[in-house]
């Protein structure tokens, strides 16, 4: 089944039917997709799904990833009640399969046999996992400090994978240019894409289907936040098709330090996001610095503000630490940027004293696609087969 869907401009309002546009024709504005006939069949369908026009049987897996709750850490973090929700099990190792789903069924209906991405990694891996599957031919364009672990995944399985030199703006600039100009489908996951960011919103689908009641707040990761922007149109849907007297979760967008435009923007009380030049992060993920389309950074920005919520930077060594937390802690071991969100709220808790909320952070990736951070802080010893060896070990 096929829903009823249009393009809408989220700031001028135009509508547009269903095509491949990446910007509003008459403003130049993020597009939406937005639904004639909101019903409850939505609710329980996969996101993924709802906007192809034949029906696909089954994906690679993505999405239904468990919400878990943490513990140790919770009872560390001044007795809020805190949940994971695991994003880094989705089939390539990070939430990027949701938006790469929906954006690659897209491709298909229409009619492209070629597709191209700017990515600082992880949309790297789910375009070149989901092009194998679906048959179609994908080039890939990364930051050249893309951690190799990421390159050599998405080189994997079939992409033409090139490194362009600078930050990861110059690769998005690069790939907005190429998809313009040729036969080729832009499936980059920040705002351009209509649809890819519309597939993120399947994760407050999950989370009102796993708990109770909402979070008060939900914390994320964000480069330029489609994945936080489209977790709150998630919830919106939901109050529209049931009349749910839960708010809407408090959104809490995280940056690193050093690359922090929406933070800043929001700290300052800004109207509008300026883009940082050059970024300096440990956490790839959400080093993007939003030059020449701060515009998806002043959309989120609005957005969080709209939730009643914050946005807050933290340092490469509190994400650190947060991800030796999870691990040791939890048992969770995710990549920098996928520990940004226990770092932000560890921060945030203190700061505005939350004490017994109800909080949700997006482990956004696996830890095993950036080993670079880890690799130096261990030794390992090499021991002889023998038992006197081990016994002096242990
Ligand atoms: C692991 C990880 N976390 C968070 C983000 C940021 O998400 P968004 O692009 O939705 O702002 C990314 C983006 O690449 C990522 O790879
Ligand atoms: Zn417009």
Redo the contacts with the bound molecule.
Sequence with gaps: MSLNYFLSCTECKREFNPRPIYNCLSCNGILEVQYKNLTKSIAGMKQEYIFHDEKIESLLGEGNTPLLELSKTSNRLRENKIFGKCEFMNPTG?F?DRPVAAGIQKALDFGYKKVIVAS?G??AASVAAYSAKFGLSSTILVPEGTPDEKVKQSQFYGANIIKVKGPYSNSFELALKYSEEEKVYNLT??FINPYTWEGDKGVAYEINQQSDNWPDYVIV????????VGIYKGFKELKEIYGKNDPIPKMVGIQAEGCSPISRAFENNEVYVISEPDPKTIAG??GDGLRGYAKDGTYTLNTIRKSNGACLSITDEEIIRAQENLAKDEGIFV?P??AAALAGFEKFSKLENIKNASVTLLL??NGLKDMNTINESYTIPIIEPVMEELNRLI
């Design positions: 990070s990027k600082s992880n949309g996951t920040t990761p964000i480069g330029a936040g489609p994945l936080l993920g959400i990549e940027s996928g956004t990736g």
